[in-house]
């Protein structure tokens, strides 16, 4: 076992007078354990131990807080209590843990999210329909927590979560601004991934403009008409909108680079050539688009003008996609991803944007057509190709 786990390595460097280096940790517990994660000389081999098993216990507990979700809207008592708000903001903190240290699709807030969004979701309805102010904002910060993951945005959409969440921002007569500000941090995280930006947007297949009455409206008047004296709701439907006209931008070069491989395969007749060039102009104009809202949005810092997505969530809510130290995470044991080093402003939303809206086959077709045009286009093409 010593060979295995390289354990020589730390015999005599750390552990209580008697030499036992597992001693400190069964007496100070967690918070023992965190402050041996957080220390830059601690050996590899006993680091992977010691994160496993704490992440372990995270799992399971995150499986045991699904269950005794769901059984919440059934209770017929009031559900205010201290002990109901408490466990719901410990769910927060528990995803947390997950999506930075274990962000694969082994860990429960992936694999058992979907489950847990929907007990959220039903427990969320209940309190709205009881006025239970406190475990509603508790309960709507925990849905946005999950909404980190993938999986869990499909769910929630799938369950009728985006209307819910719409119907909040909606209310007027009792709804409290700070449910509403949890409102929109979920529905933030649920618009990071692909599937529910264009929930928001109201699209059936092969849309590219928003749809009337779809989310996008709420949350535009929103933007619109201000929230005086909460300007964090304010910044992050505007936010949303910024993205939003990112995935637009997206949509129509997708559209436009459909269209000329379509009449690229219909052969090279004088009226495919010229539909190819007029789809090609299209594709120009909106890769312009793209190349600059892709610029803006992945360099803007929390110290700017309108904040990123990631300071207008809740202190311990972790964005989606959250960033991760390595294949672990843990902080001294293994080194960045080499990629997310060179090319830190590939945040997660815009890589989901990307894949969804199919942008590197987009600049695949791009590039094979560059050779076929005159020189003055070729560069044109190129600075936003580039």
């Known amino acids: 076992a010593e060979t295995r786990l390289d354990l020589p390595d730390f015999e005599g460097s750390l552990g209580d007078a008697s030499g036992d280096p597992f001693g400190p940790l069964l007496d100070g517990g967690a918070d023992a354990v965190n402050t041996l994660l957080a220390d830059p000389d601690m050996p590899t081999s006993l680091a992977r131990c010691v994160a496993l098993g704490a992440l372990a216990e995270h799992n399971q507990r995150l499986v045991e807080h699904a269950d005794w979700v769901a059984h919440l809207p059934e209770q017929p008592d009031v559900l205010e209590a201290d002990a109901v708000v408490v466990r719901l903001e410990a769910i927060v903190r528990d995803i947390a843990t997950l999506a930075q240290k274990m962000p694969d699709t082994s860990a429960a807030h992936v694999s058992y999210g979907p489950v847990l969004a929907r007990a959220l979701l039903k427990l969320s309805s209940r309190c709205m329909e009881r006025l239970e102010f406190r475990p509603l904002h508790a309960t709507l910060c925990a849905l946005a927590a999950s909404l980190c993951a993938a999986p869990t945005a499909a769910e929630v959409l799938k369950r009728g979560g985006l209307t819910h969440l719409l119907a909040m921002l909606r209310e007027s007569e009792w709804s409290q601004m700070n449910s509403k500000i949890a409102a929109m941090e979920a529905l933030l995280q649920l618009c990071s991934h692909a599937v529910g930006m264009e929930a928001l947007l109201g699209w059936e297949a092969g849309a590219t403009l928003p749809t009337q009455g779809s989310g996008y409206e709420v949350v535009l008047s929103i933007a619109i008409d201000g929230s005086p004296g909460h300007r964090r709701l304010e910044q992050a439907a505007v936010c949303l909108l910024r993205r939003a006209g990112f995935y637009l931008a997206l949509s129509k070069l997708d559209a436009a680079c459909t ?29 312009g688009d793209v190349a600059v809202q892709f610029e803006d949005l992945s360099t803007r810092s929390e110290g700017s003008a309108q904040p990123d997505a990631g300071s207008l969530l809740s202190k311990d809510c972790p964005h989606a996609f959250a960033d991760t130290e390595g294949p672990l995470g843990l902080t001294g044991v293994s080194g960045q991803d080499p990629f997310a080093v060179a090319c830190p402003q590939m945040h997660g939303f815009l890589v989901s944007f ?4 199919r942008l590197l086959q987009s600049l695949c077709v791009l590039v094979r057509r560059l050779p076929r045009l005159a020189l003055a286009h070729r560069l044109t093409a190129f600075q936003p190709l580039r």
């Open 259 to 287: 269209k000329i491989s379509v009449n690229e395969e219909a052969g090279t007749s004088p009226s495919a050539e010229s539909m190819c060039s007029g789809a090609f102009q299209d594709a120009l104009e909106a890769l």
């Open 354 to 357: 990307a894949l969804g809206r």
